[in-house]
């Protein structure tokens, strides 16, 4: 298992006990960015998911807690579906109360590196929504840059693809 350490921050698996806090992301308004909100079983599902990816990929999307505190706070990192054309660095924040603490910025920072140095990708992309300026505002303060000629994950959905630059020291 893969866990990520930042100055406040623990990064690690999904685990069955996120259940209930996933599921209440996935079905609230908040999950419009990732196609929500969602019934209950579609909830489930996309929850069910983060945790076979990491089964099959041997990677995926950390749960995002605060040192000394379990509670998920959202999930962000490393994400490769079958048929997406990009390896993604992805980010779902769930608790509000971490918007406009650096959070989500400082997760999103540990896992990009974590995806050039440890999983020695050679590109990284941030999907974003159409119209998500909270996710689109992330993805700028990391340095990603808005690339209309990436290809798309759902090209009858389309998004903005955020590309991350390759920092010189993994070239």
């Known amino acids: 298992m893969q866990t990520l350490e930042t100055q406040r921050l623990i990064l690690r698996e999904p685990k069955a006990s996120d259940m209930e806090a996933a599921c209440a992301f996935f079905m609230s308004d908040r999950a419009a960015g990732v196609g929500g ?10 929850f069910a998911s983060e945790i076979g990816h990491w089964q099959i990929r041997g990677y995926g999307m950390w749960i995002v807690t605060r040192k000394g ?3 998920p706070l959202g999930l962000i990192g490393p994400w490769f579906p079958a048929d ?7 980010w779902t924040v769930w608790d509000t109360s971490i918007e406009g603490t650096g959070i989500a910025t400082e997760a999103a920072r540990a896992a ?4 050039w140095n440890v999983l020695n990708w050679d590109t990284i992309v941030s999907y974003v929504g159409i119209g998500n300026t909270r996710s689109a505002n992330l993805a700028e303060k990391l340095g ?3 690339d209309e000629n990436a290809p798309q994950p759902k090209p009858d959905q389309p998004c903005w693809v955020y590309r991350h630059p390759k920092p010189e020291a993994v070239q």
């Not at 997406?84 to 992805?90: D, L, R, S």
């Open 84 to 90: 997406w054309p990009e390896t993604e660095i992805g």
């Open 144 to 146: 990603a840059v808005l």
């Open 112 to 115: 990009i590196d974590h995806a």
């Open 37 to 46: 909100p969602f019934d209950l079983g579609k909830a489930w599902r996309a």
């Open 69 to 71: 505190d379990d509670t």
